[in-house]
């Protein structure tokens, strides 16, 4: 055969000039194997265009969807429905790759970040890290993700990281209320992610909202799935360890 | 929270890239989880970065090229610990196509899955996003022919696994 195997391919896909495409037909119209060669080519090229069509048809995971939004909604993702999102596709990639991934997106997109050096309040920052002081630790050890308590402490979801400790998302109701990842340390729960949730307002005010950096910290830390309601009671009984 | 002019401008465009972004995904990380994580990081990253977008230019060209670098870290991450997914069995969503379609299209994908990883990005860019020859080599960062002798190796495994009909040989 005169042409390669590759020129018949890039005949097929429509990548050679003018003169090279008349050489080609020529082959062709010559040589029924040349014709051929062309023909698997571009049936392959088909075949292979259309495997994937499927995935343009299905409906877009409300938590990607949230990222092209208008910012202010993307920051007001509803918790139960990204949750929702969360169980049909699980992060599951490693932690030290996505950590450095996670803080750049953080830096860029949560301005709203508090990491207030030396700030009182629920929170201390110590050699080991950032702790959960007062209420925003008693609140972590106590309250249920399923059975919310009246504390000002809400629970998202309680999961182990890949670390084997326990980890839990929370809101911290008070005037600007905080929302954060902490993991469960020695006595202390370290503090992962800080990020000030959007002020409720009007008939949201109920439902204060998890950001997505808090949604995004949970995906690269947790590891297999979220505790359910009889091992989230399960592991407070423990004590978490 | 600023949010800068360019990443306004690119906001709209790439809602409607989403689908074909989470297309692409799929052929390179070959499963759904991995796809919409790989999704979610190169969008952040083009937000941030959007500054570094020429308007005019192709933001998809663009935006596979923030994927592909996303993706090769990973999987470098990965290998480095030695964990290594293999792919999930091929159960991704076909659509509506009929019982013969779906099959050929499961067959594809089981196919492109075992490729080498640069083989199945050569595939990706230009047989299912249809990028020319030329804008694959530039997203991929390699010269033509790199990309052409790469897209070949890739068609001839396929053509042996699928056989002329698209069934398994």
């Given at each position: 055969?005169?042409?390669?195997?590759?020129?018949?391919?890039?005949?097929?896909?429509?990548e050679?000039?003018l003169?090279?495409?008349a050489?080609?037909?020529?082959?062709?119209?010559?040589?029924?194997?040349v014709?051929r060669?062309?023909?698997r080519?571009?049936l392959?090229a088909?075949?292979?265009h259309?495997?994937y069509?499927?995935?343009?048809?299905?409906?877009?995971?409300?938590?990607?969807?949230?990222?092209?939004?208008?910012p202010?909604?993307?920051?007001?993702?509803?918790?139960?429905?990204?949750?929702?999102a969360?169980?049909?596709?699980v992060g599951?990639w490693?932690l030290?790759?996505?950590?450095?991934?996670?803080?750049?997106?953080?830096?860029?997109?949560?301005v709203?970040?508090?990491?207030?050096?030396?700030?009182?309040?629920?929170?201390?920052?110590?050699?080991r890290?950032?702790?959960?002081?007062?209420e925003l630790?008693?609140?972590l050890?106590?309250?249920?993700?399923?059975?919310?308590?009246?504390?000002?402490?809400?629970i998202?979801?309680?999961?182990?990281?890949?670390?084997?400790?326990f980890?839990r998302?929370?809101?911290?109701?008070r005037e600007s209320?905080l929302?954060?990842?902490?993991c469960?340390?020695g006595?202390?729960?370290?503090?992962r992610?800080?990020?000030?949730?959007p002020?409720?307002?009007?008939?949201?005010?109920?439902?204060?909202?998890?950001?997505?950096?808090?949604?995004?910290?949970?995906?690269v830390?947790?590891a297999g799935?979220a505790?359910?309601?009889?091992a989230?009671?399960?592991?407070?009984?423990?004590?978490w360890r | 929270?600023?949010?800068?002019?360019?990443?306004d401008?690119?906001?709209?465009?790439?809602?409607?890239?989403?689908?074909?972004l989470r297309?692409?995904?799929?052929?390179i990380?070959r499963?759904?989880?991995d796809?919409?994580?790989?999704?979610?990081?190169?969008?952040?990253k083009?937000l941030?970065?959007?500054?570094?977008?020429?308007?005019?230019?192709?933001?998809?060209?663009?935006?596979?090229?923030?994927?592909?670098?996303?993706?090769?870290?990973?999987?470098?991450?990965r290998?480095?610990r030695?964990?290594?997914?293999?792919?999930e069995?091929?159960?991704?969503?076909?659509?509506?196509?009929?019982a013969?379609?779906?099959?050929i299209?499961?067959?594809?994908?089981?196919?492109i899955?075992?490729?080498?990883?640069e083989?199945?990005?050569?595939?990706?860019?230009?047989?299912v996003?249809?990028?020319s020859?030329?804008?694959?080599?530039?997203t991929?960062?390699?010269?033509i022919?790199?990309?052409?002798?790469?897209?070949a190796?890739?068609?001839?495994?396929?053509?042996?696994?699928?056989?002329d009909?698209?069934s398994?040989s």
């Amino acid at each position: 055969m005169r042409f390669s195997d590759e020129m018949l391919m890039a005949y097929a896909d429509g990548e050679l000039d003018l003169v090279a495409r008349a050489e080609i037909e020529a082959a062709m119209a010559k040589d029924p194997a040349v014709a051929r060669a062309v023909e698997r080519h571009r049936l392959l090229a088909g075949k292979i265009h259309t495997a994937y069509d499927g995935v343009l048809e299905e409906t877009i995971p409300a938590d990607l969807a949230a990222l092209v939004a208008d910012p202010e909604d993307a920051r007001v993702v509803e918790l139960a429905s990204a949750r929702a999102a969360r169980r049909i596709a699980v992060g599951r990639w490693q932690l030290p790759a996505w950590t450095a991934i996670a803080a750049s997106m953080l830096v860029g997109l949560f301005v709203g970040l508090l990491l207030f050096r030396g700030a009182p309040g629920p929170y201390e920052e110590t050699d080991r890290g950032l702790l959960a002081r007062g209420e925003l630790a008693e609140g972590l050890a106590t309250e249920l993700a399923s059975a919310p308590g009246r504390s000002n402490v809400r629970i998202g979801v309680s999961f182990r990281n890949r670390a084997g400790d326990f980890c839990r998302s929370f809101i911290y109701q008070r005037e600007s209320p905080l929302a954060g990842l902490a993991c469960h340390s020695g006595e202390d729960w370290k503090i992962r992610v800080l990020a000030e949730t959007p002020a409720s307002s009007g008939e949201l005010r109920a439902a204060a909202s998890m950001p997505m950096a808090v949604l995004q910290a949970v995906d690269v830390s947790i590891a297999g799935q979220a505790l359910d309601a009889a091992a989230e009671e399960k592991a407070r009984e423990a004590g978490w360890r | 929270m600023s949010t800068t002019k360019p990443a306004d401008e690119i906001r709209a465009q790439l809602g409607e890239l989403l689908p074909r972004l989470r297309r692409f995904a799929r052929v390179i990380t070959r499963n759904v989880a991995d796809a919409d994580d790989l999704v979610q990081v190169a969008v952040e990253k083009a937000l941030t970065r959007a500054a570094q977008w020429r308007p005019g230019s192709r933001l998809d060209s663009w935006m596979f090229g923030i994927m592909k670098n996303a993706w090769v870290d990973e999987i470098r991450a990965r290998r480095r610990r030695e964990r290594v997914h293999a792919p999930e069995e091929a159960g991704a969503t076909v659509g509506d196509a009929s019982a013969a379609a779906r099959d050929i299209a499961l067959s594809v994908q089981a196919g492109i899955a075992r490729l080498p990883e640069e083989q199945r990005l050569a595939v990706g860019l230009v047989l299912v996003e249809g990028l020319s020859y030329k804008d694959a080599a530039e997203t991929l960062g390699v010269p033509i022919g790199t990309l052409t002798s790469r897209l070949a190796r890739a068609r001839a495994t396929l053509q042996a696994l699928l056989g002329d009909n698209g069934s398994p040989s």
